[in-house]
């Protein structure tokens, strides 16, 4: 039922490296999220498929080295769907994700530390009321514990490859698009004279007359 000391400390360990890169490379803050949403600031696209590539990567070429194993749960179309929605909503209004929401609340933010309260309480609703959604949820169509490789019906490598490709080419794409909407500037410095200009909320940040 429960892990072993061994397993437990490894998560222990490797939850506090993520939670270090996500501090590090900026998208356990707020304005970084906001400006992702904003089509702004592209920091949590970048981490976030780069993280996709380099996890698949290491899944698919530890499993058969016996180091780890793949715990595949049931594709459920209605859970996704509905996951999915409640989870967008969630990131638009408190503008956290649950992981980068955990990291901002370590950081010290309190904004941060009212949405774990939040997914929480969430939680808690859902335990309640899982016998009562889990037919309505099921009825939406259930595939079964199936992977994307085996839903396609090629080798897990060559998913991985046209995942790892695409990727490259949106990254390129999203490079190319910051340094031509200010040549010469680098993305993030672009980014923070736009929100100095425009501020979060398209509003104009300006001194006022006499420099009050």
Known sequence: MFESLDQLALGLVTGIAFGFLLQKGRVAKYQTILGQLLLRDWTVVKVMATAIVVGSIGVYTLVPLGATKLDIWPFQVGGVLLGALLFGIGLA????CPGTGLAGSGEGNRDAMVGILGMITGAGIFVAAYNWLEPIILGLGDLGKISVPELVGVPPWVVIAALTVMVAAVLGLIEWHERGRMPG???EQ????ERGRLGWFGRTNRPMAGGR
Request: no cysteine; hydrophobic share 25%; net charge positive.
């Open 93 to 96: 209004l408190y503008g956290y």
């Open 185 to 187: 500037a680098l993305p």
């Open 190 to 193: 672009q980014t923070r004279n």
